[in-house]
T-cell receptor, first 115, second 112 residues
Framework: AQTVTQSQPEMSVQEAETVTLSCTYD???????LFWYKQPPSRQMILVIR??????QNATENRFSVNFQKAAKSFSLKISDSQLGDAAMYFC????????????FGKGTHLIIQP | KAGVTQTPRYLIKTRGQQVTLSCSPI?????VSWYQQTPGQGLQFLFE???????NKGNFPGRFSGRQFSNSRSEMNVSTLELGDSALYLC???????????FGPGTRLTVT
């Protein structure tokens, strides 16, 4: 079974600074996708960024970028120029290429933005 | 394009009752997945429906069931509710079940 581990229960960063959230995963599959989702206090789960395993290039979405290390099974999220609206729970998630077993989530990292 | 919608947003039920939750996916999406979120267990996959068929299932008891209609709308049913079923139930849709999923706002179920 696939597992996703987020080792940082909580992170704090000053507004406008950069923060990196860590995620490792374990799978024997070669075809899969990785995601970061954001869940603010409203509990609405919002897709932040996606990465296909077959792509070597790291995904980027505006201030959000990932460092995908396939051999190390590591998938970290970097948030640049942190804003107050970035405060939320961040979940790392995995899904196999065929979609079996749905999304597997990590336990989440609570990101606090200090003004 | 409208997002994923879930109804109702909040529910309070008594132990032993049953409950039905509804989810309407993004237009054009044929896959609907359901997840349970609790403080203790985190986010757990319940099941996925695609073209009216349950295609994948998580490790939940048979009290949890679902179905999908021809318009891709999905319902989830929980029978004989237990206190431990209190959770946020999230529905997510995707075009094919592979790749990214888009979530609804969730239904908060409280069992007393």
């Amino acid at each position: 079974a696939q597992t996703v581990t987020q080792s940082q229960p909580e992170m704090s960063v000053q507004e406008a600074e950069t923060v990196t959230l860590s995620c490792t995963y374990d799978t024997s599959e070669s075809d899969y996708y990785l995601f970061w989702y954001k869940q603010p206090p409203s509990r609405q789960m919002i897709l932040v960024i996606r990465q296909e395993a077959y792509k070597q290039q790291n995904a980027t979405e505006n201030r959000f970028s990932v460092n995908f290390q396939k051999a190390a099974k590591s998938f970290s999220l970097k948030i640049s120029d942190s804003q107050l609206g970035d405060a939320a729970m961040y979940f790392c998630a995995y899904i196999s290429g065929g979609g079996a077993d749905g999304l597997t989530f990590g336990k989440g990292t609570h990101l606090i933005i200090q003004p | 394009k409208a997002g994923v919608t879930q109804t109702p947003r909040y529910l309070i039920k008594t132990r032993g009752q049953q409950v039905t939750l509804s989810c309407s996916p993004i237009s054009g999406h044929r896959s609907v997945s359901w997840y349970q979120q609790t403080p203790g267990q985190g986010l757990q996959f319940l099941f996925e429906y695609f073209s009216e068929t349950q295609r994948n299932k998580g490790n939940f008891p048979g009290r949890f069931s679902g179905r999908q209609f021809s318009n891709s709308r999905s319902e989830m049913n929980v029978s004989t509710l237990e206190l431990g079923d209190s959770a946020l139930y999230l529905c997510a849709s995707s075009f094919s079940g592979e790749g990214e999923q888009y979530f609804g706002p969730g239904t908060r179920l409280t069992v007393t």
